[in-house]
């Protein structure tokens, strides 16, 4: 089972007006609301491929409790005495407008309980994704620390944040991080240090132009199937959501459990884009591990056959996923049919020895 963390989650509220008007009474045509906070939009992608997920995290007052009876995948929360904050986005025929409540702030002793609750699904945990920001109460060092949990429990870790939270996260080395450019340009840190100071991979998301990956074996440049119009935000959690379940099966030499030592990843990790190319192609027809529903167990595997999975699968995964998330309007879904096609046309993966600028 993977598990999600997230700490800070919300309560997303969309209100559709005509045009927004400031310093006016506004009509609000529809109200959309739906769990938010970037841990539960990656638990919400992987729940939909039919991988085995549950989400963790902080919730607390009317605003918690609300969040949690809109959640459609396993949970399990730690109870905090702070309402839970709410996102409201207006969106008009032009444009997006946001407005993000501060959320409550934790207390030592519910930070504790987190950290001891956490402590009980690790054994369970094929991998963890930490995702989001950061309430006010918990130290700026809380992801570290998780990773190293997590490490202590040989469970692999995927960590997507930003600010002080990411700068300390990198420092416990977890297998992978997740920038995307402004926040690896905010980190001022290359990937390459990273990678020495023992991250297993450096996951740089660009956006429209795909993803540039650093890992321990190479470094790869994946382009998207194909520049999508539609609904950016949450495209970064569909690319975790992938990542995470390459963690769990057993991307690369010594990532993860199971694909360690397995000579046929080394030999495809390392190898071209064509290699790539292919290897993701089988990977998308290969029903035979890593979903626990069936009819979505084409789509959840990752497995090569051999126990392990490549970087080359697992990033073109994330690619293919990315924009199938683009696709679907809402953050935290994916449109299905499409994901299936992007994986069958993924041009593959070119491995790129040139440095990351
Ligand atoms: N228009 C697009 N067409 C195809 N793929 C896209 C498009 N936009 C983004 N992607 C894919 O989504 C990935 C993640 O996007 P991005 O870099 O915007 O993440 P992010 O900033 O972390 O987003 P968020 O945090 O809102 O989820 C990209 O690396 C790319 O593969
Ligand atoms: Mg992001």
Same mark, same amino acid.
């Given at each position: 089972?993977?598990?999600?963390?997230?700490?800070?989650?919300?309560?997303?509220? @969309? &209100? #559709?007006?005509?045009?927004?008007?400031?310093?006016?009474?506004?009509?609000?045509?529809?109200?959309?609301?739906?769990?938010?906070?970037?841990?539960?939009?990656?638990?919400? !992608? +992987?729940?939909?491929?039919?991988?085995? !997920?549950?989400?963790? $995290?902080?919730? $607390?007052?009317?605003?918690?409790?609300?969040?949690?009876?809109?959640?459609?995948?396993?949970?399990?929360?730690?109870?905090?005495?702070?309402?839970?904050?709410?996102?409201?986005?207006?969106?008009?025929? #032009?444009?997006? #407008?946001? +407005?993000?409540?501060?959320?409550?702030?934790?207390?030592?002793?519910?930070?504790?309980?987190?950290?001891?609750?956490?402590?009980?699904?690790?054994?369970?945990?094929?991998?963890?994704?930490?995702?989001?920001?950061?309430?006010?109460?918990?130290?700026?060092?809380? &992801? =570290?620390?998780?990773?190293?949990?997590?490490?202590?429990?040989?469970?692999?870790?995927?960590?997507?944040?930003?600010?002080?939270?990411?700068?300390?996260?990198?420092?416990?080395?977890?297998?992978?991080?997740?920038?995307?450019?402004?926040?690896?340009?905010?980190?001022?840190?290359?990937?390459?240090?990273?990678?020495?100071?023992?991250?297993?991979?450096?996951?740089?998301?660009?956006?429209?132009?795909?993803?540039?990956?650093?890992?321990?074996?190479?470094?790869?440049?994946?382009?998207?199937? =194909?520049?999508?119009?539609? *609904?950016? @935000?949450?495209?970064?959690?569909?690319?975790?959501?992938?990542?995470?379940?390459?963690?769990?099966?057993?991307?690369?030499?010594?990532?993860?459990?199971?694909?360690?030592?397995?000579?046929?990843?080394?030999?495809?990790? !390392?190898?071209?884009?064509?290699?790539?190319?292919? *290897?993701?192609?089988?990977?998308?027809?290969?029903?035979?591990?890593?979903?626990?529903?069936?009819?979505?167990?084409?789509?959840?595997?990752?497995? *090569? $056959?051999?126990?392990? @999975?490549?970087?080359?699968?697992?990033?073109?995964?994330?690619?293919?996923?990315?924009?199938?998330?683009?696709?679907?309007?809402?953050?935290?879904?994916?449109?299905?049919?499409? &994901?299936? #096609?992007?994986?069958?046309?993924?041009?593959? !993966?070119?491995?790129?020895?040139?440095?990351?600028?």
């Amino acid at each position: 089972m993977i598990v999600t963390v997230t700490l800070n989650p919300a309560l997303d509220l @969309t &209100y #559709t007006v005509d045009a927004l008007v400031p310093q006016a009474t506004n009509r609000v045509r529809t109200v959309a609301e739906r769990p938010g906070g970037k841990g539960l939009n990656v638990a919400s !992608v +992987l729940h939909a491929l039919g991988e085995p !997920v549950l989400a963790t $995290g902080l919730l $607390g007052g009317p605003t918690g409790a609300h969040i949690e009876a809109l959640v459609r995948f396993p949970a399990a929360f730690v109870p905090i005495a702070g309402d839970s904050r709410r996102t409201v986005t207006i969106v008009d025929a #032009t444009d997006a #407008t946001g +407005l993000w409540e501060p959320g409550p702030t934790v207390t030592g002793a519910e930070w504790a309980a987190f950290l001891d609750h956490f402590a009980t699904l690790l054994p369970a945990a094929d991998a963890v994704v930490l995702s989001g920001s950061l309430p006010q109460g918990v130290p700026h060092d809380a &992801y =570290a620390v998780l990773v190293r949990a997590a490490r202590a429990r040989g469970v692999p870790t995927v960590l997507d944040t930003s600010g002080e939270p990411l700068r300390h996260g990198v420092g416990a080395a977890p297998d992978i991080v997740k920038p995307n450019e402004h926040e690896l340009a905010a980190l001022g840190q290359h990937p390459t240090d990273a990678i020495a100071a023992g991250v297993r991979a450096v996951v740089v998301s660009l956006g429209r132009r795909g993803l540039h990956a650093h890992t321990a074996d190479g470094v790869w440049r994946v382009p998207p199937p =194909a520049v999508v119009i539609g *609904n950016p @935000t949450g495209a970064g959690d569909a690319c975790v959501a992938a990542l995470a379940r390459g963690l769990r099966a057993g991307v690369g030499p010594g990532v993860g459990r199971g694909g360690g030592n397995d000579p046929d990843n080394a030999g495809v990790a !390392v190898g071209d884009g064509r290699e790539g190319s292919n *290897n993701a192609g089988v990977a998308a027809g290969d029903a035979s591990e890593g979903s626990n529903d069936p009819d979505n167990a084409a789509i959840a595997s990752l497995g *090569n $056959g051999h126990g392990g @999975t490549t970087w080359a699968a697992v990033l073109a995964d994330a690619a293919a996923l990315a924009a199938a998330a683009v696709v679907a309007p809402v953050a935290g879904e994916i449109d299905l049919t499409q &994901y299936q #096609t992007f994986r069958r046309t993924m041009q593959g !993966v070119q491995a790129d020895v040139q440095p990351h600028r």
